[in-house]
């Protein structure tokens, strides 16, 4: 795998100063720290972090984790889980709605594009050889056919109008002039069928212009408007229901007392939305384990996400109402850092269960590892092409799991980002991508494997709505 493409931050190097930092200032708060020989073997980071190594070794031995599937595994197991239900149907929807679907039947031509003679250009419809009377009346587009013309007479005419029965040329405003006795003369040559489109130019009706599977893009879009269509056969966005779990958890103000700011509510639906779900519904359950247990069983989500309460701790309720409900489990932890205590299993026939850890960059791991390829998988999207680019700095790895560093891309590199930290997010908020950093850790040069951020890649995986 190679670098997909080089970027670059787009910002003068030598910039003017103002009292705010730029951005490349405000980045390096939160860049890992560099000493002469790299980073440190141990001890605290800047900002209190202990890295990965020593902060989560201890739980590389507990039972859970000699279970846990390898993190490619884990990612390929949910693109299968997702094929092996039953087919969606098929739905109609209207052009204003299909952006980031894909297509589930050809887009074939409704029409000859286009779908009569047209001027390519400004300019006169001309017949025979010039110079050329021209009648007092123009043809401009949107309109009904003109009057056939006859040789040696011209008519203004405008770009998209309809050609004029007989007509040999169209003649640009630009190439022609018009002498005192109202004449029209070339100024250069004229080629028969010169800047007219002739019908059926880029498709007769009934051609496939695109086949089942293409990405509707705003370029489709356009393409499927020209052809004809209203609406287009596309296969239905995933449906994504959110519950968030955590009595310790507040929906405003500071925390106090024991209690935090929820942030995967807030963060969770649209980033859901922008891997191509609709979600449907957003619910606050604490660790009620009667309430989560009606949740999972009263959905009719495609893909149910909770949050927190994958773990063995006295109020992690998901693994005994997976139980309970006789859910199959598909994966049961995960080796990557954050993360590992991730789940997916099967609910019921056509639906999942992504259970995601309760810190926040674990769970942005858990929604790219299996959220990320089942919702793909369920709306048809191709998979992203891999791609690498060399790390900036060294990064410590864990023993024995994957590592998912947020990182910013800047040229031809990656670039590591502090507060990397399972309940951080500091480091992912000014990120471009997750670097994905294989056991033992990468050294300074070495090519990593990126998980692009929806909203950082170009494309149509920016879409919130």
């Not at 995967?264 to 939305?273: A, E, I, S, V, Y």
Request: hydrophobic content about 40%.
């Amino acid at each position: 795998m190679t670098a997909r493409a080089t970027r670059t931050g787009g910002y003068a190097e030598h910039a003017e100063e103002t009292d705010d930092l730029d951005v490349e200032e405000a980045l390096a708060l939160v860049r890992e720290p560099r000493e002469d020989n790299g980073p440190a073997a141990g001890g605290p980071t800047r900002g209190g972090q202990v890295p990965a190594p020593a902060a989560e070794a201890g739980h590389a031995c507990d039972d859970r984790h000699h279970k846990a599937s390898p993190w490619p595994q884990a990612r390929e197991t949910a693109a299968r889980a997702a094929r092996a239900g039953a087919r969606r149907a098929p739905v109609a929807v209207s052009l204003g709605d299909a952006l980031g679907l894909a297509l589930a039947a050809p887009l074939d031509a409704l029409t000859d594009l286009p779908s009569f003679d047209t001027s390519a250009m400004d300019g006169w419809a001309v017949a025979g050889p010039g110079p050329w009377d021209v009648r007092e009346e123009g043809v401009l587009a949107g309109h009904g056919p003109a009057e056939p013309l006859t040789d040696g007479e011209a008519v203004r005419i405008a770009t998209g109008a309809r050609i004029p029965p007989d007509t040999t040329a169209v003649l640009r405003s630009e190439h022609g002039r018009t002498d005192g006795k109202g004449r029209l003369h070339p100024t250069r040559d004229t080629v028969h069928g010169q800047d007219i489109r002739p019908r059926g130019q880029e498709c007769r009706s009934g051609d496939q212009l695109l086949p089942v599977g293409t990405l509707v893009t705003p370029a489709v879009l356009g393409l499927a408007a020209a052809a004809g269509y209203d609406t287009v056969t596309a296969v239905p966005r995933p449906r994504a229901e959110v519950l968030v779990l955590g009595d310790e958890l507040l929906t405003e103000g500071l925390p106090h007392d024991g209690l935090i700011r929820d942030a995967l509510g807030p963060m969770l639906p649209p980033w859901l939305r922008a891997l191509g779900a609709e979600v449907t519904r957003v619910r606050r359950l604490g660790d009620d384990a009667k309430a989560l247990h009606k949740a999972v069983t009263s959905s009719d989500a495609d893909l149910i996400v909770t949050t927190g309460g994958t773990a063995s701790g006295p109020v992690d309720h998901v693994h005994p109402i997976l139980r309970r409900i006789g859910a199959e489990l598909l994966v049961d932890g995960v080796k990557v850092r954050p993360g590992h205590p991730m789940l997916l299993a099967r609910t019921k026939e056509g639906q999942h269960l992504v259970g995601l850890p309760g810190n926040p960059l674990a769970a942005v791991s858990g929604l790219l590892t299996l959220a990320e390829p089942l919702l793909r998988t369920l709306a048809a999207r191709p998979a992203p092409e891999p791609y690498t680019l060399p790390l900036k700095d060294a990064v410590h790895g864990h023993p024995h799991d994957t590592r998912l560093i947020p990182v910013v891309l800047r040229g031809d590199h990656a670039v590591p980002l502090h507060y990397n930290g399972p309940a951080m997010l500091r480091g992912i908020a000014a990120a471009d991508a997750l670097a994905v950093v294989p056991p033992g850790g990468a050294r300074q040069g070495q090519e990593a494997e990126l998980l692009d951020l929806p909203w950082a890649a170009a494309g149509i995986g920016v879409c919130f709505t």
